[in-house]
């Protein structure tokens, strides 16, 4: 796996799809690995014609793991690192969740590098439930102690629709896909989520969202408790242009769980940004 070497972070990276290509930069959430686009989102934007980059995040391996804490601009600063290594001067860009506050914050402080952005489950005013949880996942890996065996199972199931918990047959299977998950070391873990509660508690940068200038996509979940849709269409109508997308029946980790029907709403955009001369 490639890797450039930036200030301060080693950003390993994958690139697929023709070079000449229009190129789409998909930025992954809160400790998701790059290697997670790779099923679905990666052979249905390089199917449609498309160059991909997708990126492990500061923090996650085979990335570095600089000391904490981290913030979403540093993270930007990172991504920027990466065009400017792979010469790319202008990008559409994708981020989910945590990817998408970095690519709303790119696309604020360097418009002229984004050619169009999509926040997936990201664009909203900082919920109580996300505050919360992200205080105390900060706090839990303040206390670097060790983690139950299923803890990092659980923390990424607890993101499903209730209907599913309730089903047996449901949970048993996303235990048998998660349950060996090593968990996630600092200090890329305490990084990442001193990055994510500051920005959950920053209300200044909901002043940004009637500055960005270029096209954007904000892309919901019906069952999303981190972005909820009525949030996330809110952020949407003070967006200039924006379009707004609800995925139904879908969760925080729809992106996952929904990937034909997230795929389809971004390639559907992409269809209506210009291509780049």
């Known amino acids: 796996m490639p890797e450039a070497s930036l200030p301060g972070v080693t950003i390993a990276y994958d690139v697929f799809g023709p070079a000449t290509a229009e190129p789409v930069v998909l930025v992954c959430g809160l400790s998701q690995p790059a290697v997670g686009w790779h099923f679905a989102m990666v052979p249905a934007l390089t199917g449609a014609g498309y160059r991909v980059v997708t990126f492990d995040n500061r923090g996650v391996a085979p990335s570095s793991a600089p000391p904490a804490p981290y913030t979403i601009d540093e993270m930007v600063d990172d991504t920027v690192g990466l065009l400017d290594h792979l010469g790319l001067e202008a990008v559409n860009i994708a981020g989910y969740s945590m990817g998408g506050w970095v690519a709303e914050t790119l ?9 169009s952005a999509v926040l997936i489950g990201s664009c909203n005013v900082g919920t109580s439930w996300e505050k919360a949880i992200t205080t105390v996942e900060r706090d839990l890996a303040r206390l670097d102690t060790e983690l139950p065996s299923l803890f990092s199972a659980v ?30 070391p600092n200090p890329g873990r305490l990084g990442q989520y001193e990055a994510a509660l500051a920005w959950s508690l920053d209300v200044e940068r909901t002043e940004r969202w009637t500055k960005l200038s270029r096209p954007c996509l904000v892309l919901s979940f019906e069952h999303d408790i981190d972005s909820p849709p009525v949030r996330a269409r809110e952020a949407a109508q003070n967006i200039p242009g924006a379009r707004f997308v ?32």
């Not at 449901?170 to 060996?180: E, F, R, T």
């Open 107 to 115: 696309a604020y402080r360097h418009p002229e590098r984004v050619r």
């Open 155 to 184: 923390e990424t199931m607890r993101y499903l629709p209730n209907h599913e918990l309730q089903q047996d047959e449901a949970v048993d299977q996303w235990l048998s896909l998660l349950g060996d998950l090593e968990p996630w």
């Open 246 to 277: 609800e995925i139904p029946g879908a969760s925080h980790l729809g992106v996952f769980t929904h990937c034909d029907e997230v795929s389809s709403a971004l390639l559907q955009f992409l269809a209506g940004v210009a291509p780049a001369r």
